[in-house]
């Protein structure tokens, strides 16, 4: 098992910055791709990034390319995105996930919540205009 505790959101003024983190712990060496989404109130859960767990791939949603950026420290077991230039429709829980499967890359699955093998509880962003 994976277990995954998101840190890093609050409220922030629009073209504000955060960055959230992801510590993974338990067996993080079956995790292959990490990822970020979000959701808005009633809204589904979307897609925003994802990273292969050496950080060397990464992938991004068109609505926060340039914007955001995944990183890893496989040293300590965690994920980022820095958030920037944030605005009020970045409003949303987000949820950190890990896939066991390497595979994700393969016909853009990354964006498929149902890929992922482990969630965290979330953490809320607020932007405010």
């Known amino acids: 098992q994976v277990q995954l505790v998101e840190s890093g959101g609050g409220l922030v003024q629009a073209g504000g910055s955060l960055r959230l983190s992801c510590a993974a712990s338990g067996r993080t060496r079956s995790i292959s791709f990490m990822g970020w989404f979000r959701q808005a109130p009633g809204k589904e859960r979307e897609f925003v990034a994802a990273?292969?767990?050496?950080?060397?791939?990464?992938y991004y949603a068109d609505s926060v390319k340039d914007r955001f950026t995944i990183s890893t420290s496989n040293a300590q077991n965690t994920v980022y995105v820095q958030m920037n230039a944030l605005n009020p429709e970045d409003t949303a829980v987000y949820y950190c996930?890990?896939?066991?499967?390497?595979?994700?890359?393969?016909?853009?699955?990354?964006?498929?919540?149902?890929?992922?093998?482990?969630w965290g509880q979330g953490t809320q962003v607020t932007v405010s205009s």
């Open positions: 996930a890990a896939a066991r499967s390497s595979m994700l890359w393969i016909a853009r699955n990354y964006i498929l919540s149902g890929k992922y093998d482990y």
């Open positions: 990273t292969n767990w050496s950080g060397s791939n990464t």
